[in-house]
Structure formats: C-alpha cells, structure tokens
C-alpha cells in the first residue's frame, strides 16, 4: 500500500474485535512512532501499553467523570453518552497506548502528536484501526489519571490511542478543500 493510500484510507475506528494485540504487533506500531521527527532530536516520546480490560474500564470511568465535572461545553447527545454507565470510552478495543513526554520541554506535544500520526498510520497500513481519545487525554493529564498508568513524576499524557482490529471500517468522511493562499 503507498502512503498516499494509507492515507485516504485510515479511519477513527470506534468498533473492534475482542481479539488481544499480539506483542510484536503493538511493538512495530511503536517502532513506527519513534520514526517521527522530533525538534532538535529531542525524541521525549514515553510508551505506555495498556492491555488489562478492568484498568481500561477505571481509566474510561475516571475519565467520564473529568469530563462531565469540568464544565467543557459539549453538544448534549454526548452529554448523555458520556453519562451512560455502559458507554466505554476505549470502545472496548484490546490496546490503549499512551504516548507522553517530558512536561518542561518545549515542542514535547508536537514531537508527540507526530509520533502518534506515525503510529495511527502504520496501524492502517497493517490492517489495523487506531483512534486518539480525547476524553482520555483529559484525564490521564490529571494527578489521578496518570497515577492509574504509573506515569513517572515530569510527565504528561499527549496522545492516547486505543488500537485493534476493527470491527467494521467506518466509511470516509467528506474532506473540505484545503484553503491555500500562495505568495510569490
């Protein structure tokens, strides 16, 4: 598959098969990540895997709890969804990796958001689906969350990503055409 492909056809997956990520699988995934550029080489990218099912559940409840307790203004229908004690915030995919990075350093979070397209992209090229949980990274930023993933003290979750084999491919959505304003 060529990259272009690979990026027409990646997709938020929010509906995965229960079927365990092999170690190696995640590990290429991760491998993938660390292939990102980073400023001044700094690579601060830290991997946190998460694959137990009931911590996935705690991180999903505290972070349903964040979020509606925080006053972030969001559209009622996912005001109610994030209420339902059913709704799992991972869409119960096999793998949560967390990837954080040093709080004191300047471009952390891009270095970070970078590795994290590497990783989300080299999940589609091998089959997989991968989706960034925003409401997780709320959260896992929090005393709280990021003592569920024993996160060491000076760092700060930037992106996490549940990863798996989908369920079902969502359809591609519509892109807009891109704005350009040219000089020169």
């Known amino acids: 598959m060529s990259i272009l492909d690979t990026l027409r056809d990646r997709r938020s997956v929010r509906e995965y098969k229960r079927e365990t990520l092999p170690r190696p699988s995640i590990e290429t995934l991760v491998r993938?990540?660390?292939?990102?550029p980073s400023a001044m080489d700094e690579q601060p990218w830290h991997f946190t895997i998460v694959q137990n099912q009931a911590l996935l559940?705690?991180?999903s409840d505290g972070a349903k709890a964040h979020v509606l307790s925080s006053?972030?203004?969001m559209p009622e229908p996912m005001r109610a969804m994030l209420q339902d004690h059913a709704y799992q915030i991972f869409y119960h995919a096999p793998a949560l990796i967390v990837i954080s990075a040093p709080e004191n350093l300047p471009?952390?979070?891009e270095d970070c958001a970078l590795a994290a397209e590497n990783l989300m992209l080299a999940?589609?090229?091998e089959g997989l689906g991968s989706c960034w949980i925003g409401f997780a990274q709320l959260f896992l930023r929090?005393?709280?969350?990021?003592s569920l993933l024993g996160l060491p003290h000076g760092l700060r979750c930037v992106a996490p990503i549940i990863v798996g084999r989908p369920a079902a491919m969502p359809p591609p959505v519509a892109r807009r055409a891109a704005t350009i304003h040219w000089i020169g």
């Open 32 to 36: 993938a990540a660390t292939l990102a």
């Open 57 to 59: 559940d705690s991180i």
């Open 71 to 73: 006053g972030l203004t």
């Open 107 to 109: 471009f952390a979070v």
């Open 123 to 125: 999940a589609a090229a």
């Open 142 to 146: 929090t005393e709280a969350g990021s």
